[in-house]
C-alpha cells in the first residue's frame, strides 16, 4: 500500500517538474526573443533617415498659417543624393530665393555656416541625419508651389527645424535608454527562468538516481535471499 502511494507521488512529481521545466524553458527562449529584438533594433546601428516626425515643410506652414504663409501643395521629401547633405540644402536654398524671391546669393557660406553651426550643436552620431533632415526639407521648399517664403520667414523655418530635430532626437534618445532597460530586464528573467529550468532538471534527474539506486538494492536483496535459499537447500 505505502509503496503503491509512494509511486503516485513520485509519478505526480515527476509530471509537476517536467511541466515547470518546460514552461521555464519557453519563458527562456521568449527572454531571449525580445532581447534579441530590442538590442537588434536599438543598440545595432542604423542608417541615417531625412524624415523627422512632425518637422517637414507642411508642418511649418501649418503652424505658421497665422503669420500668413500659405502654401498650395507638398511634394514627397526625398533625400538628396549629393554629398555633402549640407551643401545640398544650401544649393536648394539659394535655388529658392533666387527663383521665387529674385535673391542671388553671390556668398553662400553664410547658410553654410549656419546649417553647420546647428549641425556642430548636436551629438556627433546625429550631426549626420540632421544634414540629411535640412537638406529634405530645403528641397521641399524649394520644390513648393505656393506663396514663396520672405527670407525672415525662411530663417524662422531653419530656427523651427532644428528645434524640432532637437525634440525629435531626445524622444529617440529617451526611448532608446528604456528599451535598452527594459532589454536588460528581459535577460535577467531570461537568467533567472533557466536557473529555475537547471535546478528543476536536477531535481528531477536526484528523483531519477535515486528511484533506479532503490531498484538496484531490491534487486540485488532478492539475488542474495535466493542464493542463501539455495544454499540451504542444498
Not at 46 to 52: G, I, L, R, W
Not at 66 to 78: E, I, K, R, Y
Not at 206 to 233: F, G, P
Request: net charge neutral; hydrophobic share 45%; proline share 4%.
Amino acid at each position: 500500500m505505502l509503496s503503491k502511494l509512494e509511486n503516485a507521488y513520485l509519478y505526480i512529481l515527476r509530471v509537476v517538474v517536467l511541466a515547470a521545466a518546460t514552461l521555464a524553458l519557453i519563458g527562456v527562449l521568449v527572454g531571449l526573443a525580445r532581447s534579441a529584438t530590442f538590442i537588434a533594433d536599438f543598440v545595432g546601428s542604423k542608417p541615417p533617415t531625412a524624415e523627422v516626425p512632425g518637422g517637414t515643410l507642411g508642418d511649418f506652414v501649418a503652424e505658421k498659417r497665422p503669420q500668413g504663409v500659405t502654401l498650395d501643395s507638398q511634394p514627397s521629401s526625398a533625400t538628396p543624393d549629393v554629398q555633402p547633405k549640407i551643401k545640398a540644402a544650401v544649393r536648394s536654398l539659394a535655388h529658392y530665393v533666387r527663383t521665387r524671391l529674385d535673391v542671388v546669393l553671390a556668398d553662400q557660406s553664410v547658410l553654410t555656416s549656419i546649417f553647420t553651426d546647428k549641425s556642430a550643436s548636436l551629438p556627433t552620431d546625429e550631426q549626420e541625419q540632421y544634414g540629411a533632415s535640412v537638406a529634405a526639407l530645403m528641397d521641399q521648399l524649394d520644390n513648393s508651389k505656393g506663396n514663396p517664403l520672405s527670407t525672415e520667414q525662411i530663417a524662422s523655418l531653419i530656427e523651427w527645424h532644428a528645434d524640432k530635430f532637437k525634440a525629435n532626437a531626445e524622444v529617440a534618445v529617451v526611448q532608446k535608454q528604456a528599451a535598452q532597460v527594459q532589454a536588460v530586464q528581459t535577460l535577467g528573467v531570461a537568467g533567472a527562468g533557466f536557473g529555475v529550468f537547471v535546478a528543476l532538471v536536477f531535481c528531477f534527474l536526484i528523483v531519477k538516481i535515486e528511484r533506479n539506486l532503490r531498484i538496484v538494492h531490491t534487486i540485488r536483496a532478492q539475488d542474495t535471499l535466493s542464493e542463501a535459499t539455495r544454499k540451504s537447500q542444498v
